[in-house]
């Protein structure tokens, strides 16, 4: 699909985040992604395909270009708004600290790169509480800090 990212990792390559980050987290060491209780887990997932199938692929560059600039600010606006008022209904079930629970997750993972594209998009967020609480929270983590979005080569300038 011509799309990031990509992870070429003992001979293979894998796209697709989900599938990246499940990988990483069945073969290496380290805080596990995934719960291991099977609802929380599920939870995880839920909530993970939610923003990188519900609202993410929706602010693809390919996608914004059909859209042209004109439509572009609203089109994003509407679908990252609709998402997250779906979100922050289950995050009201599911959060301690982070996403589900007080253990980072591969659905803590997806929610700060979203945020940081509701925040590019000019969305208020003033009406998801939860889940700018749970943003706040991760950027407070080094790693978070270190690999947010904002931090990358290809990251937009700030408008």
């Not at 909530?47 to 059909?66: E, M, R, Y």
């Not at 996403?99 to 998009?121: K, S």
Request: some cysteine.
């Amino acid at each position: 699909m011509k799309q990031v990212p990509a992870l070429s990792i003992d001979g293979i390559t894998l796209s697709q985040s989900l599938a990246i980050i499940q990988y990483l987290d069945e073969t290496q060491p380290g805080p596990r992604l995934l719960p291991e209780d099977a609802k929380k887990r599920a939870q995880v997932r839920m909530i993970s395909n939610h923003i990188t199938s519900g609202i993410q692929p929706l602010q693809n560059l390919n996608v914004l270009q059909k859209i042209g600039d004109e439509k572009k600010l609203e089109w994003a606006q509407h679908f990252i708004i609709s998402g997250f008022q779906a979100l922050e209904n289950v995050l009201q079930q599911t959060a301690g600290r982070y996403c589900v629970g007080d253990e980072v997750t591969m659905a803590d993972l997806c929610l700060v790169p979203q945020v940081y594209n509701a925040e590019r998009f000019k969305v208020d967020l003033t009406p998801f509480p939860t889940i700018v609480k749970i943003n706040r929270n991760l950027l407070e983590l080094e790693a978070f800090k270190l690999s947010h979005p904002s931090c990358q080569p290809d990251a937009p300038p700030e408008p």
